[in-house]
């Protein structure tokens, strides 16, 4: 592995454009294309409005942004601390294999422990065995007594009315 000159900042609105194209990129690396309903307007809106629900930090080198990690605090009851929640983390695949994601993950843990949190977390696909085995290298533990539970669309709807 070679290591670049990365420079991790927070997005600003400039880097809008960039993080929604790696997002899609994410989307069809995952085959989940098809689910993308977002907009570069909403995440704009979303990262920059005036109480933002997200975050985001990117790493460029050589004047592009070529990775982005999208986060927001949630909140451990047993802990009673908050917590940084990892939503995604995406390197351009011709950009990868320079240590730019373990930069990125190293950027959160910081920016974790400088907020006092009790917690930095995030999920990870099944099936993807190159991210588990780096994220299990980086220290993680993967928790396989837990499943995601989601309810979005119609269904979230229909579980608002109570019926």
Same mark, same amino acid.
């Not at 990125?104 to 910081?110: E, G, I, P, T, Y």
């Not at 780096?134 to 309810?151: H, K, N, Q, S, T």
């Given at each position: ?15 809008v $454009? /960039? #993080?929604? &194209? ?5 989307? +069809?690396?995952?085959? *989940? ?5 977002? =907009? ?14 997200? $975050? /985001? #930090?990117? &790493? ?5 942004? +070529?990775?982005f990690? *999208? ?5 451990? =009851?047993?802990?009673c ?12 695949? /011709?950009?990868?294999g ?9 950027? *959160? ?8 949190c009790g ?45």
């Amino acid at each position: 592995m070679t290591t670049s000159n990365l420079t991790i900042r927070p997005a600003t609105p400039a880097d809008v $454009e /960039a #993080i929604f &194209g790696m997002i899609y990129e994410l989307a +069809v690396f995952e085959k *989940l294309e098809h689910m993308v309903v977002a =907009t570069p307007a909403m995440l704009h809106d979303s990262l920059f409005c005036a109480k933002p629900v997200c $975050e /985001a #930090i990117v &790493g460029e080198t050589e004047g592009e942004v +070529v990775t982005f990690a *999208l986060f927001f605090h949630n909140f451990s =009851t047993f802990l009673c601390k908050k917590g940084l929640y990892l939503e995604d983390l995406y390197v351009k695949q /011709a950009r990868r294999g320079h240590g730019y994601g373990k930069q990125m993950l190293v950027a *959160l843990a910081k920016l974790a422990v400088e907020r006092d949190c009790g917690r930095f977390e995030w999920s990870v696909l099944d099936w993807n065995a190159n991210a588990i085995k780096f994220y299990e290298g980086m220290g993680a533990d993967l928790l396989p007594d837990w499943r995601i539970c989601r309810v979005t669309g119609n269904a979230l709807t229909h579980m608002s009315s109570g019926s």
